[in-house]
């Protein structure tokens, strides 16, 4: 079945430090590729989406392309702030179907 | 505002004894799903609901059972058949078909 894998956590960085979380995917199809974030106690907000390849998502300073060779869909920003501390989800969706998370990985951003 | 609402925050189960987690949405979404999060693991799909009275098994549903009588509300009942019940439960939301999934804020079940 579809999955979806992530770099291990918990990845701790000083602020204003360049932010990158690998995610890579399994699917039979075409899926639409997601991150999700969660901050401490609360509930998953859609941060970041992709529907096809070659497909940039971006909000918030984070970015992330839809690389359909490499299978990937990797989260990138450029400066990170204290705020951005939390778990990040990436996932994929086979047209709103079925929607798989990976393991999440968690972000601390020291001041 | 318009949101999922989940209740209550906390919850503590008995040996044996089922416990109903709520979950109430006012953004007239047709689809409802029940996630369970256990630490360092990603979000595994117990139920999810695409219309009002029907429902589908997750990937993890046993120990678990659903109803969907209102399009507003989606409870999950965890029996006594779930061994391992603790963990944080998020319920979720989304127009049938769409690929953008609205979030409670999760409810965090123990055992005592």
Not at chain 2, 85 to 101: D, V
Request: hydrophobic content about 30%; some cysteine.
């Amino acid at each position: 079945g579809d999955s979806v894998t992530q770099m291990e956590g918990p990845v701790t960085l000083s602020e204003e430090a360049f932010l990158t979380i690998n995610c890579t995917y399994t699917a039979t199809g075409y899926p639409s590729l997601f991150w999700y974030v969660q901050y401490p106690g609360e509930g998953l907000q859609l941060l970041l989406k992709a529907t096809k390849a070659d497909d940039k998502g971006s909000n918030k300073g984070f970015e992330a392309t839809y690389r359909k060779e490499t299978t990937s869909f990797h989260l990138e920003k450029g400066s990170v702030q204290v705020s951005d501390s939390a778990v990040y989800f990436c996932a994929l969706s086979d047209k709103g179907q079925n929607f798989v998370f990976g393991p999440g990985t968690r972000l601390s951003v020291l001041p | 505002d318009g949101g999922i609402t989940q209740s209550p925050k906390y919850l503590f189960r008995k040996e044996g004894q089922n416990v109903t987690l709520s979950c109430e949405q006012n953004l007239n979404h047709d689809a409802m799903y029940w996630y369970r999060q256990d630490p360092g693991q990603g979000l595994r799909l117990i139920y999810y609901s695409q219309i009002v009275n029907d429902f589908q098994k997750g990937d993890i549903a046993e120990g678990y059972s659903v109803s969907r009588e209102k399009k507003e509300s989606f409870p999950l009942t965890v029996t006594s058949a779930q061994k391992n019940p603790t963990a944080f439960y998020l319920c979720a939301s989304s127009i049938r078909g769409s690929e953008k999934l609205f979030f409670g804020s999760g409810t965090q079940l123990s055992v005592l």
